[in-house]
């Protein structure tokens, strides 16, 4: 059934945005199970099969039939306008799922969510928690179905016909540029970060920020917040959390481009970020439609996503070697920091994605490698 996309939903529908991720887990699988796996998927999911259109009322999800699985030499692979999934178990028990989707189907944990999903539709740990049917079929729930307040109407409608009007222009490819920690690393990152009083997303936020093209003092930036967790609790028995489509939204955290002292900027960091998450900031766009138009959502200048801990909160990627979410492209003005962690191991990699109009790939190595040297000197000062 066609469906209007939602104020929280058609920014990203506007931007033509997709997610691209990888999973790795301990399974063995037929191709034959690939395939019948994708093919529930897609029969219990029907918007994974829909494509964006732009209608006089705004963007909207149609329906179109659901597309042919391909069963390969060791798994099976699907291609949608705004999903796509690729099942591999070439590897003695081993399964990896690759694939992406379109941000305006979902987030960061959206993705993971679904990728669980999958598995327990492949037979990897069937019997644990998934999406229950109903909810499946209206996936993906929009977040003001469960945090919106009294919305205005009109606001709604302004804020969808002004992305489906607007004119947009094709993104370009990502060019990932990575930083890899080992996980004894990792721990003596967090270690000094304790010692600090403050966090490696904070300590990466005072870092990068003064490195990042443009003018701006203070540099903005943006850190992603799962609003999930203002779900109240009677609500989140009528709808499952993990049905919820996109229910991520910056928080905007002001970073001074010459401040000298990582540390101390990032302890700063963290206190600004507490006090807006203790306000609930993040989730007023759920509240209010209208902030997602431009006069209301200030742009930032600097992304930072740090996605640890948020694949061991589903219980068939809680032990996997690898999962990785990264965008699929680079939004000119907006470059951004991913943070992923190997939930078996803790080792964590830290990728930079920036248009190459403003960070060639080599500036974007620099400043990697600038990160680098940072983190090298916070565990070296304990």
């Known amino acids: 059934m066609t469906r209007l996309l939602e104020p929280s939903e058609v920014f990203h529908a506007f931007l033509d945005w997709q997610t691209g991720f990888e999973v790795e887990v301990r399974a063995s699988l037929t191709p034959v199970a690939a ?3 994708l093919a529930r998927m897609y029969a219990a999911f029907p918007r994974l099969a829909a494509r964006l259109a732009r209608t006089p009322e705004g963007f909207a999800f149609e329906p179109v039939p659901a597309p042919a699985i391909e069963t390969t030499a060791y798994g099976a692979r699907v291609h949608a306008a705004l999903s796509a999934f690729t099942v591999d178990a070439a590897r003695p028990g081993t399964v ?9 189907l979902c987030d960061v944990t959206g993705i993971l969510s679904m990728a669980d999903q999958l598995l327990g539709l492949l037979g990897v740990r069937a019997d644990a928690a998934s999406i229950p049917l109903q909810a499946a079929r ?10 919106g307040g009294p919305q205005s109407a009109d606001g709604i409608r302004e804020t969808r016909l002004f992305y489906a009007q607007a004119p947009s222009a094709p993104l370009k490819p990502a060019q990932p540029v990575t930083l890899h920690l080992p996980p004894e690393q990792v721990q003596a990152i967090d270690d000094a970060c304790a010692a600090e009083s403050t966090s490696l997303t904070a300590v990466i936020a005072s870092a990068v920020a003064p490195l990042v093209a443009g003018d701006g003092d203070p540099v903005v930036v943006g850190v992603p917040v799962d609003c999930r967790v203002f779900i ?42 507490l006090d807006q998450l203790e306000a609930e900031t993040p989730a007023a766009p759920f509240r209010d439609g209208r902030k997602y138009l431009p006069e209301h959502n200030a742009p930032a200048a600097l992304v930072v996503s740090n996605a640890r801990g948020a694949a ?23 470059p951004m920091i991913a943070v992923n962690e190997s939930p078996a191991t803790q080792a964590v990699v830290i990728t930079l994605i920036a248009d190459p109009a403003d960070h060639t790939p080599t500036e974007a190595r620099r400043l990697i490698d600038a990160l680098a040297r940072t983190l090298n000197d916070i565990v070296e000062r304990q």
Not at 96 to 104: D, M
Not at 138 to 147: C, R, S
Not at 314 to 332: K, N
């Open 35 to 37: 395939a019948a796996g």
């Open 312 to 334: 061991r909160r589903f219980p068939r990627l809680a032990d996997a070697p690898r999962t990785i979410v990264l965008p699929e492209s680079s939004i000119p003005a907006l």
């Open 96 to 104: 990896v799922v690759t694939g992406r989707l379109h941000h305006a």
């Open 138 to 147: 209206e996936w993906p729930i929009a977040a003001e179905t469960v945090l």
């Open 232 to 273: 109240s609790p009677e609500r989140a028995e009528q709808v499952p959390p993990r049905a919820i489509g996109n229910c991520s939204h910056g928080a905007l955290v002001r970073v001074p481009r010459a401040h000298g002292d990582v540390p101390a900027t990032a302890r700063a960091f963290d206190a600004d970020l």
